[in-house]
């Protein structure tokens, strides 16, 4: 038997195993499926306020800034801050609830990207913000799909990506994550679900850290 023949039989014995979809581990009960995994997972606190702890602690390993606020006017102060500080241009957007009281602050020109853009201006534009549906306390990851956080593309192109969250989003695990997930989207989910764990980096090159690789090298999370 020749190599190729050999990987292909491995292949060919692989897809005769049923796999569970993510996050659902076939028909059991949630209870059981969220359990199975806690079990070799890293452990997360009971309480909203070990959780935020816990998150606050591994975006800060992640080279990723965290802010918490109590309104949105101090967001608003805080992303001015960060304008004036960076000499932002142009940033890029969409309509939310959380972007729509944020963005006009910045009295800059916004591309939105849930209307029709130019890629080329989206990659010209200083900084990405845009909503998100969870942050996971485990790993310190903010989770977005196409549907809220405008699009592919805006928390990838820009340099640049402020995530916007309440506190509310907050969940303690990556099972928790996809229960919300199978809650929010049932059997209609979006067309990209991304799960962003601090600013892109590689370590390819000589072992050494390099952010913005592959993205943003970049990454602030304004929690209200």
Known sequence: MTEREN???????????????PGRHGQVATSTATSIPRQWLPKVGETFDEQLALFARNTAELKADFQLFNSAEEIRQAIIRLRDAEGWRRVAGHSGD????????????LLRT????????????????????????????VLVTNRSAGGRA?????PHHVALARRDQLVA????????????YADNYPSMISFITGPSRTG?????????????????????
């Open 98 to 109: 959380l972007t729509n009281a944020i963005c006009p602050a910045l009295s800059l020109p």
């Open 154 to 158: 805006l928390s990838v192109l820009p």
């Open 114 to 141: 849930d209307r029709a853009y130019d890629v080329h201006e989206l990659e010209a534009c200083d900084v990405g913000i845009g909503e998100c549906d969870a942050l996971i306390a485990q790993t310190g990851t």
């Open 7 to 21: 990987i292909l039989g491995r292949i060919r014995e692989a897809l005769k195993e049923k796999v569970h979809i």
């Open 204 to 224: 390819d090159i000589e072992r050494i850290l390099v952010l913005g690789a592959h993205g943003p090298k970049k990454l602030t999370i304004f929690c209200l």
């Open 173 to 184: 695990d990556l099972p928790a994550a996809f229960d919300l997930l199978n809650r929010k």
